[in-house]
């Protein structure tokens, strides 16, 4: 409430930088008020063009997707129509596979999420409910039509929670993609209402939006399989080393969460039937890689010295010890920053696509080869992630500000999940043409 006031005047921030190896430090930020347009909400695609493991181009697609929106205007803002128009751009630029990136996203419109995953299957059931009468309802996608059929990867992290979790665990059970990311999702498996205290206070004679509401849990999600979203999540098909897999992030680390349970399963046909997603040979290729890639070394780094800050529980207030600390941190960070600077690793040409630029002929042109070596050389400074815990490294490198006018952040999993994608491209060529036993 304090940041909201008149248009045209100003408000000034007291922050924590995003990349301040100290939590102590802070900065002044001045914004002007004026009406945002929450661009960064929405859907948005890149076009990549890598090499493969043979040294192959294999052109990829990968959709962000930070929320599933919807407007009750049928001509205003909709997930799944706005996909749907990504998705028909990058068919037009041939892409061989597609990663739906749903690391950030926290969840949404129900409808939204039952019916983007209808772009991806054929009709059948999505998601089953269960209100407090033990009734169970099953929500189906009505439309045969498929705008997709191609290799699919589905990005997720402990953050990706409700009908992120909805449309993964659907595409899970069929056996349409394959999931990568944390453990598990969020495992919030749970409707709510909001029940204005006005609306009884008025039967004795007074109403006021003071009375303050209730949020009350109503129904359970599950999935078309029969298992329960709440507390377990969606369990990865590949699992990534990552900063925000730990126990303390999700539903079964808040208090009085409500139980895993399960329900019958209910009628589909798996898409995996008549199409494999070769997660075996993946997952060894995948190993393989994260071993002997220092950015996921990086990572498990970070994620064990996080548990050590956990486990402490405690913060020196000697000033000589918190110096010693920001100093070894300086020495850590200034000496990954040269190892990367003398790696060699391949970068692919990525030209960004969003939904103001989706029908215009020329594609934006974000990332070519040379281009973060040249960003690296210039010192970029590391920023911590939106998913990254208080006072510890990132698993997102050199961006992070959500600006689509710059180049990519050095993502391990981003580039980790584009080499699944394209061995699942490889793969699903056959053994005429995939390099099957590499």
Request: charged fraction near 30%.
């Amino acid at each position: 409430e304090m940041i909201r006031g008149k248009k045209g005047t100003h408000v000034r921030l007291l922050v924590i930088p995003a990349d301040a190896a100290d939590p102590s430090r802070r900065k002044s930020v001045e914004l002007v008020r004026d009406e945002i347009k929450l661009k960064d909400q929405e859907a948005r695609a890149d076009i990549i063009i890598k090499k493969d493991e043979s040294g192959n181009p294999v052109k990829l697609g990968w959709i962000t997707l930070p929320s599933f929106y919807a407007d009750m205007d049928r001509h205003q803002k909709s997930t799944t129509r706005d996909v749907l128009a990504l998705l028909k751009r990058l068919k037009k630029e041939n892409i061989s596979g597609l990663v739906v990136d749903l690391r950030r996203n926290g969840g949404g419109s129900l409808e939204e999420a039952i019916s983007l995953t209808g772009l991806f299957l054929k009709s059948g059931p999505i998601v089953q409910t269960k209100g407090s009468n033990g009734n169970i309802v099953i929500s189906s996608d009505p439309d045969p039509g498929i705008a997709y059929a191609g290799p699919l990867v589905v990005l997720t992290s402990r953050q990706s929670a409700s009908a992120s979790e909805i449309f993964a665990a659907a595409l899970q059970d069929y056996g349409r993609g394959v999931i990568v990311g944390d453990k598990n999702t969020f495992g919030k498996g749970t409707v709510q209402t909001i029940l204005e205290i006005g609306r009884f206070t008025s039967l004795l004679g007074s109403r006021s939006q003071d009375d303050g509401a209730l949020k009350l849990t109503i129904q359970k999600f599950y999935r078309v399989a029969g298992g329960s979203t709440q507390l377990h999540g969606v369990a990865s098909d590949i699992v990534l080393p990552s900063l925000s897999d730990l126990p303390e992030l999700g539903e079964g680390a808040l208090k009085n969460c409500l139980p895993y349970d399960e329900v019958s399963m209910a009628k589909y046909t798996k898409w995996s039937d008549t199409h494999s997603l070769f997660l075996d040979q993946l997952k060894r290729r995948s190993a393989e890689r994260v071993q002997n890639t220092t950015e996921f070394h990086y990572v498990m780094e970070n994620v064990e010295r996080l548990r050590q800050k956990l486990n402490d529980n405690r913060i020196s207030l000697n000033e000589d010890v918190r110096r010693k600390e920001i100093a070894d941190d300086k020495v850590r960070k200034e000496t990954r920053a040269k190892e990367r600077l003398a790696s060699n690793q391949e970068e692919p040409r990525i030209y960004r696509l969003t939904l103001d630029t989706v029908d215009k002929p020329n594609l934006q042109l974000i990332m070519f080869p040379g281009k973060m070596a040249a960003a690296k050389k210039g010192g970029v400074s590391a920023k911590v992630a939106p998913e990254a815990a208080p006072d510890a490294d990132s698993d997102l490198i050199g961006g992070g500000d959500e600006d689509d006018t710059k180049e990519p952040a050095i993502d391990p999993k981003r580039d980790e999940t584009l080499n699944i994608l394209s061995d699942l491209v490889d793969l699903s060529r056959g053994p005429k043409t995939a390099s099957a036993n590499r």
